[in-house]
């Protein structure tokens, strides 16, 4: 038993001794195999361990990296001004006060009447505010109006570039393919006024049958993205046929009368203005050339538009004593100091436009943007109402005096206002905006909206609540507060009604096809025209 016993030992613990494998050279190889091949197994996860450990190192140090970057842009960023913050909220509830009024009085209809607290059809019954107030309404974050309003009116492109709802998109196209009959002219110069039932487009009897300079020449934006958005090119053929035409025979000068003749494309002997009805024509050459991200395709629009800029220079003067600078409107070879406060959307422009120039003419232009805004502010603070009159006349030696004494609410100071602060920085253009919405809070508002005045001397309020107010003058004073990163200018152009469109290039197009609902009746209207439009 016992030799048995250490027989067996012996047998277990054979292959612990070397004496076997030294006698078994295939099993001292099998050996060494194992042995490398472990040490391997050992030094490969040691080595992925040790890579790993560094990867992590690296990436724990880039994080920290970050974290300090963070830190640092944290640091640098300056706080929004709580002054800011208290007058966007302020403009904001004046906002919800009138969104409000109409949505309880006027509700579908164009405009309301605050003092008669009933809606009117001014525009043939399209529901105007609804769709004017659309973009502010999101802009301000008035998500609840805007859902309700959108339930009832799918209406314009900005709508759709800013909320991405294709709904507004088809509304546009719908309307867009009943505008277009307005522009079957020899010249492709659109009339005027259409009837989007029946079509029949011709021009009102009060032009002697002559088409609009500003309601010719401020469709462009609009129709140009719709083509991007639809992928359908012959909106913008339509509206590009226009500017063609008319630089056929643009004068040296690049100032336009305000009555252009839809047959042979010239201009009728007629006044000179970037006031009522010509105003909006100039702002277009820019912005089209701004909304085609500023390529060389679209240099006749600057082109034309900074002619037109060196024949606005020959329209300046200086009043006296406080050498205020003015527009003056021409009529042949003669020069009235007379400037509509529909000009003073020019600064802006201007002060938009001074970018495209080289740097001692952006310096000129823009100083004279400055000029011109200081006054159209004036407009303003000279009156008791500390409202501006529709327009001003400049006579030797007392400055300025009100002509046509009413206000209506418009908004082109304050659109200027927006473009200087936005391009130059200096809050004295927040300040100066601030002062008018104190102005328009004084005098215009009432317990059902806001109204505009019959005389800014004396105070007499009338009874409208036009649409523009809510779409332009409430929306220019909410960004005039905002931060630049809302609506940045890089991004975005504004339509002469203050509706952002986003800037596409040329060949970018979002396709989007359906029908839309119909309304009956438009007549091509711009705000800048002056006149309240009808059927």
Same mark, same amino acid.
């Given at each position: 038993?016992?030799?048995?016993?250490?027989?067996?030992?012996?047998?277990?613990?054979?292959?612990?001794?070397?004496?076997?494998?030294?006698?078994? &050279?295939?099993? =001292?190889?099998?050996?060494?195999?194992?042995?490398?091949?472990?040490?391997?197994?050992?030094?490969?996860?040691?080595?992925?361990?040790?890579?790993?450990?560094?990867?992590?190192?690296?990436?724990?140090?880039?994080?920290?990296? *970050?974290?300090?970057?963070?830190?640092?842009?944290?640091?640098?960023?300056?706080?929004?001004?709580?002054?800011?913050?208290?007058?966007?909220?302020?403009?904001?509830?004046?906002?919800?006060?009138?969104?409000?009024?109409?949505?309880?009085?006027?509700?579908?209809?164009?405009?309301?009447?605050?003092?008669?607290?009933?809606?009117?059809?001014?525009?043939?019954?399209?529901?105007?505010?609804?769709?004017?107030? =659309?973009?502010?309404?999101?802009?301000?974050?008035?998500?609840?109006?805007?859902?309700?309003?959108?339930?009832? /009116?799918?209406?314009?492109?900005?709508?759709?570039?800013?909320?991405?709802?294709?709904?507004?998109?088809?509304?546009?196209?719908?309307?867009?393919?009943?505008?277009?009959?307005?522009?079957?002219?020899?010249?492709?110069?659109?009339?005027?006024?259409?009837? *989007?039932?029946?079509?029949?487009?011709?021009?009102?009897?009060?032009?002697?049958?002559?088409?609009?300079? #500003?309601?010719?020449?401020?469709?462009?934006?609009?129709?140009?993205?719709?083509?991007?958005?639809?992928?359908? &090119?012959?909106?913008?053929?339509?509206?590009?046929?226009?500017?063609?035409?008319?630089?056929?025979?643009?004068?040296?000068?690049?100032?336009?009368?305000?009555?252009?003749?839809?047959?042979?494309?010239?201009?009728?002997?007629?006044?000179?203005?970037?006031?009522?009805?010509?105003?909006?024509?100039?702002?277009?050459?820019?912005?089209?050339?701004?909304?085609?991200?500023?390529?060389?395709?679209?240099?006749?629009?600057?082109?034309?538009?900074?002619?037109?800029?060196?024949?606005?220079?020959?329209?300046?003067?200086?009043?006296?004593?406080?050498?205020?600078?003015?527009?003056?409107?021409?009529?042949?070879?003669?020069?009235?100091?007379?400037?509509?406060?529909?000009?003073?959307?020019?600064?802006?422009?201007?002060?938009?436009?001074?970018?495209?120039?080289?740097?001692?003419?952006?310096?000129?232009?823009?100083?004279?943007?400055?000029?011109? #805004?200081?006054?159209?502010?004036?407009?303003?603070?000279?009156?008791?109402?500390?409202?501006?009159?529709?327009?001003?006349?400049?006579?030797?030696?007392?400055?300025?005096? /009100?002509?046509?004494?009413?206000?209506?609410?418009?908004?082109?100071?304050?659109?200027? =206002?927006?473009?200087?602060?936005?391009?130059?920085?200096?809050?004295?253009?927040?300040?100066?905006?601030?002062?008018?919405?104190?102005?328009?809070?004084?005098?215009?508002?009432?317990?059902?909206?806001?109204?505009?005045?019959?005389?800014?001397?004396?105070?007499?309020?009338?009874?409208?609540?036009?649409?523009?107010?809510? #779409?332009?003058?409430?929306?220019?004073?909410?960004?005039?507060?905002?931060?630049?990163?809302?609506?940045?200018?890089?991004?975005?152009?504004?339509?002469?009604?203050?509706?952002?469109?986003?800037?596409?290039?040329?060949?970018?197009?979002?396709? #989007?096809?359906?029908?839309?609902?119909?309304? &009956?009746?438009?007549?091509?209207?711009?705000?800048?025209?002056?006149? =309240?439009?009808?059927?």
């Amino acid at each position: 038993m016992a030799r048995t016993r250490s027989s067996s030992s012996s047998t277990r613990f054979r292959y612990c001794n070397p004496s076997y494998y030294l006698k078994r &050279p295939k099993r =001292l190889a099998l050996l060494l195999i194992v042995f490398v091949s472990a040490t391997f197994f050992v030094w490969d996860r040691q080595t992925l361990v040790r890579e790993h450990e560094v990867e992590v190192s690296k990436l724990t140090d880039e994080l920290r990296r *970050l974290q300090d970057m963070l830190e640092e842009l944290k640091s640098k960023a300056v706080p929004e001004d709580p002054i800011e913050i208290q007058r966007r909220e302020k403009v904001k509830e004046a906002m919800v006060h009138a969104w409000s009024s109409y949505e309880k009085y006027a509700w579908g209809n164009d405009e309301l009447q605050p003092q008669s607290k009933i809606g009117v059809d001014s525009f043939g019954g399209l529901g105007a505010t609804l769709i004017d107030a =659309l973009d502010t309404l999101y802009i301000m974050g008035l998500d609840e109006q805007f859902q309700k309003a959108r339930e009832v /009116v799918g209406g314009l492109l900005s709508a759709h570039d800013l909320s991405g709802d294709k709904v507004f998109l088809e509304k546009a196209r719908d309307i867009g393919d009943r505008l277009l009959p307005a522009w079957d002219t020899p010249t492709g110069i659109p009339y005027n006024v259409i009837n *989007l039932a029946h079509g029949n487009p011709h021009n009102p009897g009060w032009t002697g049958g002559q088409s609009i300079l #500003a309601d010719s020449g401020t469709e462009q934006l609009e129709f140009i993205a719709l083509s991007q958005r639809t992928g359908d &090119p012959k909106y913008q053929e339509k509206v590009e046929k226009v500017i063609v035409a008319l630089n056929r025979t643009f004068p040296a000068d690049g100032l336009l009368p305000i009555y252009i003749n839809p047959d042979s494309g010239t201009g009728s002997y007629s006044t000179i203005t970037f006031g009522a009805m010509g105003d909006s024509f100039y702002e277009y050459l820019l912005k089209a050339w701004i909304q085609g991200n500023k390529t060389s395709s679209l240099k006749l629009y600057r082109d034309m538009w900074e002619t037109s800029m060196k024949g606005l220079q020959n329209l300046i003067r200086r009043s006296t004593p406080s050498s205020f600078s003015y527009i003056c409107e021409k009529n042949g070879d003669s020069l009235t100091d007379k400037m509509d406060e529909l000009a003073c959307f020019a600064p802006g422009m201007l002060a938009l436009g001074s970018s495209g120039y080289g740097p001692d003419e952006a310096k000129k232009i823009l100083s004279l943007a400055e000029e011109l #805004a200081w006054t159209c502010y004036n407009f303003y603070q000279s009156t008791p109402t500390k409202l501006a009159g529709e327009n001003y006349f400049f006579n030797p030696g007392q400055d300025m005096s /009100v002509g046509t004494s009413w206000n209506i609410l418009r908004p082109e100071t304050v659109e200027s =206002l927006f473009y200087l602060w936005r391009l130059t920085g200096n809050k004295t253009y927040q300040e100066w905006g601030w002062n008018i919405f104190q102005a328009f809070e004084k005098n215009s508002r009432i317990e059902s909206g806001y109204v505009g005045l019959k005389d800014v001397n004396t105070g007499i309020k009338d009874n409208m609540m036009q649409s523009f107010f809510l #779409a332009e003058t409430l929306k220019y004073l909410y960004l005039l507060f905002s931060p630049p990163t809302v609506i940045p200018l890089n991004e975005w152009v504004f339509n002469t009604e203050a509706h952002p469109l986003r800037i596409i290039n040329r060949n970018d197009a979002n396709v #989007a096809s359906s029908e839309g609902q119909h309304k &009956p009746v438009i007549k091509i209207r711009s705000r800048k025209t002056g006149r =309240l439009g009808g059927k």
